[in-house]
Nanobody, 125 residues
Framework: QVQLVESGGGLVQAGGSLRLACAAS????????MGWFRQAPGKEREFVAA????????LYEDSVQGRFTISRDSAKNTVYLLLNNLKPGDTAVYYC??????????????????WGQGTQVTVSS
């Protein structure tokens, strides 16, 4: 079992930056690939970024490639999402997710087992 708690959301102007953090409890964090998703009002939840359990492999949704960076700190059981050059279209609730995997370099857009409660990101124009 993995519990996930997101933080770092807020209100920012277009072009600004935020860093989201997701703190994981439990000893299985090192066995998990991690992902970030987002859900805007009236829309389905969508994949944003993922990172392998040892951090060597990453995957991004096309619209955030080059603007967002996912990373993890195993010593702190935390995964981060740095959001740069934010746009109003990035406004959403951002969720952290974890998936138990058996390959160090495996990353995926789907099939996550554990989810956090989300943190709101609002980008004003």
């Amino acid at each position: 079992q993995v519990q996930l708690v997101e933080s770092g959301g807020g209100l920012v102007q277009a072009g600004g930056s935020l860093r989201l953090a997701c703190a994981a409890s439990g000893r299985t964090f090192s066995r998990c690939a991690m992902g970030w998703f987002r859900q805007a009002p009236g829309k389905e939840r969508e994949f944003v970024a993922a990172i392998s359990r040892v951090g060597r492999s990453t995957l991004y949704e096309d619209s955030v490639q080059g603007r967002f960076t996912i990373s993890r700190d195993s010593a702190k059981n935390t995964v981060y999402l740095l959001l740069n050059n934010l746009k109003p279209g990035d406004t959403a609730v951002y969720y952290c997710a974890a998936k138990t995997v058996y390959n160090d370099d495996y990353v995926t857009r789907s099939g996550y087992d554990y989810w956090g409660q989300g943190t709101q990101v609002t980008v004003s124009s």
